[in-house]
């Protein structure tokens, strides 16, 4: 088992809908997850960065935690054609140096 | 906000040729870089990381001589891909911590090796 888990996808929505990505994880260590934005062969842009369990809001995106289930998930409101792109999980144990172990990306195209 | 730059962004090289991707980061001080590489359609794998002035850590199935990495200074890393074959295509992508402590990195716009 990976320790990250992410669906592909592709996932195709119309614009204004309401999206929902998810990812799922083995290591109860993980303490810090965020989701990245990544644009056709360019780097991962943050979006959302948690702390634990719990839910978090900005603009159009909420990202939430799940310690208790190893699930994290980020919804993305009234979804827009330059939101199309894939979107990264990623977590990490400790703060400090220790790096990013990333799910495999889901592509989301928001249809016009 | 933090901002690591990467360069070259996009580099063809005939095979058995070495090629140097750099990593700076711009207005804070990197002690740790890691670098990642991806495939198409792929997620990002952890190569290595790197802290300043020390040898880098790699991930296992990463040839260390084949894959040399430089931590000469708080806001400079390389990797060279020496004698580069066909299969060392990849994109490849550089992250530091970012200046909201430790808990967040930042990213590297990323390097498209071809090799021919």
């Known amino acids: 088992q990976k320790e990250v888990e992410q669906d592909p996808g592709p996932l195709s929505v119309p614009e204004g809908a309401i999206v929902s990505l998810n990812c799922t994880y083995s290591n109860s260590a993980f303490q810090y997850f965020m989701w990245y934005r990544q644009y056709s062969r360019k780097g991962p842009e943050l979006l959302m960065y948690t702390y634990s369990s719990g839910n978090k809001e900005d603009g159009r995106f909420t990202a939430q935690v799940d310690k208790s289930s190893k699930y994290i998930s980020l919804f993305i409101r009234d979804s827009q054609p330059s939101d199309s792109a894939t979107y990264l999980c990623a977590m990490r144990k400790n703060s400090g140096n220790t790096p990013l172990v990333f799910g495999k990306g889901t592509r989301l195209s928001v249809i016009a | 906000g933090a901002v690591v730059s990467q360069h070259p962004s996009r580099v063809i090289c005939k095979s058995g040729t070495s090629v140097k991707i750099e990593c700076r980061s711009l207005?804070?001080?990197?002690?740790?870089m890691f670098w990642y590489r991806q495939f198409p359609k792929q997620s990002l794998m952890l190569m290595a990381t790197s802290n300043e002035g020390s040898k880098a850590t790699y991930e296992q199935g990463v040839e260390k001589d084949k894959f040399l990495i430089n931590h000469a200074s708080l806001t400079l890393s390389t990797l060279t891909v020496t004698s580069a074959h066909p299969e060392d295509s990849s994109f490849y992508i550089c992250?530091?911590?970012?200046?909201?402590?430790?808990?967040?990195?930042?990213f590297g716009a990323g390097s498209r090796l071809t090799v021919l």
């Open positions: 992250s530091a911590a970012g200046e909201r402590g430790a808990n967040v990195l930042t």
């Open positions: 207005d804070f001080q990197a002690t740790t």
